[in-house]
T-cell receptor
Framework: GAGVSQSPSNKVTEKGKDVELRCDPISGHTALYWYRQSLGQGLEFLIYFQGNSAPDKSGLPSDRFSAERTGGSVSTLTIQRTQQEDSAVYLC???????????FGQGTRLTVV | SQQGEEDPQALSIQEGENATMNCSYKTSINNLQWYRQNSGRGLVHLILIRSNEREKHSGRLRVTLDTSKKSSSLLITASRAADTASYFCATDAWAAGNKLTFGGGTRVLVKP
């Protein structure tokens, strides 16, 4: 596709349910990032995939959060047993490398009720 | 923890004026980037400056980098109402695994 695509755009879920957020990066981009942004705040780093290297998971806030990237392309961020504090906009970005700008998707707004 | 911290947190100017915002970071970096975000959704890449560069221009944007002070500035000249947005700096550092980390942003309001 022409850009980074994220789905769904919005997700409302009940506390305790699991959710999956999807990111389709730009074809050929080796780097893929997940961030979380609360209203009016900066971007909180979650996880970073670079090529075939082991992902940098240092930003995942708890073991309820996990992510995978299949075939070096599509990525899925999974949040198990969602809590109200998980409510935020989840942003995905991809790039050709660290010396290139990253392209962002429009994000998934997650609301846990 | 965030690598970059922007200053000021918010800025209000009149159309036609210049807007300047600063970014400070903690560890040696490979590159520093600036992004714009409208309406709280996807960010748009504006400019990238490498650690061995001191100044870069793109249209009405001017970015400087001072590695001795671990700081960068973004200048928007002749601002327009459409420049109203949040601006974020982002850095990647070898010591941090080369991942791209963002600061808290500067909210800019350009009044017509």
């Amino acid at each position: 596709g022409a850009g980074v695509s994220q789905s769904p755009s919005n997700k409302v879920t009940e506390k305790g349910k699991d959710v999956e957020l999807r990111c389709d990066p730009i074809s050929g981009h080796t780097a893929l990032y997940w961030y979380r942004q609360s209203l009016g705040q900066g971007l909180e780093f979650l996880i970073y995939f670079q090529g075939n290297s082991a992902p940098d998971k240092s930003g995942l806030p708890s073991d309820r959060f996990s992510a995978e990237r299949t075939g070096g392309s599509v990525s899925t961020l999974t949040i198990q047993r969602t809590q109200q504090e998980d409510s935020a906009v989840y942003l995905c970005a991809s790039s050709l490398g660290i010396d290139r700008g990253a392209f962002f998707g429009q994000g998934t707004r997650l609301t846990v009720v | 923890s965030q690598q970059g911290e922007e200053d000021p947190q918010a800025l209000s100017i009149q159309e036609g004026e210049n807007a300047t915002m600063n970014c400070s970071y903690k560890t040696s970096i490979n590159n520093l980037q600036w992004y714009r975000q409208n309406s709280g959704r996807g960010l748009v890449h504006l400019i990238l400056i490498r650690s061995n560069e001191r100044e870069k221009h793109s249209g009405r944007l001017r970015v400087t980098l001072d590695t001795s002070k671990k700081s960068s500035s973004l200048l928007i000249t002749a601002s327009r109402a459409a420049d109203t947005a949040s601006y974020f700096c982002a850095t990647d550092a070898w010591a941090a695994g080369n991942k791209l980390t963002f600061g808290g942003g500067t909210r800019v309001l350009v009044k017509p």
